[in-house]
């Protein structure tokens, strides 16, 4: 199992722009790393270098130590790494086909038999109340059941590390709740977890660490709490009582 994952100094430029810059933190098992800052300020590009789907040009990530990812270069397999990592987005996207397909198709990369996809997808639709869902057509479900959808099949190859991508900013209330105390759920399990949100509320109820993310950069990092309440940075100390100002002046 996936222990901890640190990250050295990533800077990431595109057409010219540098818009992750000397990116640097570490999360340990049962750890939840909130990344929160306003929009633009890198947050998703960072979920998505963390996931591999994009390349920093400098930098490093460990995964337990080891070197996985070197300025620009995986220094393991992809296929290996990619199976171990859970996404939530936002917007989920779908592939063609039901709800069952979608959620079948990392047990299907996993190489797992039929019978066995079967079992497993038919004991977690039931454990998650979309069992119902299963073979409905995921564009057609509410945000709710989309977001849950999209949840079970993030955690369904039961990956060690998993990213969320904003992904109550567009749900009621309760599912909201749901997803948080599936959060909490998996922290206590022992996953790596980081969560992308701009809920300060949200981040209180299930961060452990913060990383508040101002043009690129982590401007304050750490445990929640301590970032919260006795942050160094002013131009933090600005935004997280509220005063965008500081920002558009900056």
């Not at 963390?50 to 990530?61: A, K, N, W």
């Not at 849950?148 to 709740?177: G, M, N, Q």
């Not at 996953?191 to 993310?213: C, F, S």
């Amino acid at each position: 199992m996936l222990e901890s994952i640190a990250v050295k100094h990533l800077n990431l430029e595109i057409n010219g722009t540098l818009l992750l810059s000397n990116i640097s933190f570490t999360i340990k098992s049962g750890d939840v790393l909130v990344t929160y800052g306003p929009n633009g300020s890198g947050k998703s590009l960072l979920n998505k270098t963390l996931g591999f789907l994009i390349s920093p040009q400098s930098g490093s990530i460990f995964w337990d130590g080891q070197e996985v990812f070197s300025d620009g270069q995986l220094l393991k397999a992809e296929e290996k790494l990619r199976r171990n990592i859970g996404f939530v987005w936002q917007h989920p996207v779908f592939l063609t086909g039901n709800v069952k397909k979608n959620i079948e198709m990392p047990l299907i990369l996993q190489g797992l038999p039929k019978n066995v996809r079967e079992k497993k997808i038919k004991e977690l639709a039931i454990e998650y109340q979309i069992d119902d869902l299963l073979m409905s057509n995921p564009q057609k479900l509410s945000g709710g059941e989309k977001q849950r959808v999209s949840f079970l099949r993030a955690i369904v190859h039961d990956p060690d590390f998993l990213i969320f991508d904003e992904p109550t900013a567009s749900l009621d209330p309760s599912s909201i709740v749901w997803f948080e105390e599936k959060i909490h759920e998996l922290k206590k399990n022992g996953k790596l977890i980081v969560v992308t949100t701009h809920d300060l509320d949200q981040a209180k109820r299930v961060g452990t660490k913060l990383a508040v993310l101002i043009s690129g950069k982590i401007m304050e990092y750490g445990k929640l709490d301590h970032v919260l309440h006795h942050p160094e940075n002013d131009l933090v100390k600005s935004y997280l009582r509220g005063d965008l100002k500081a920002l558009i002046s900056q």
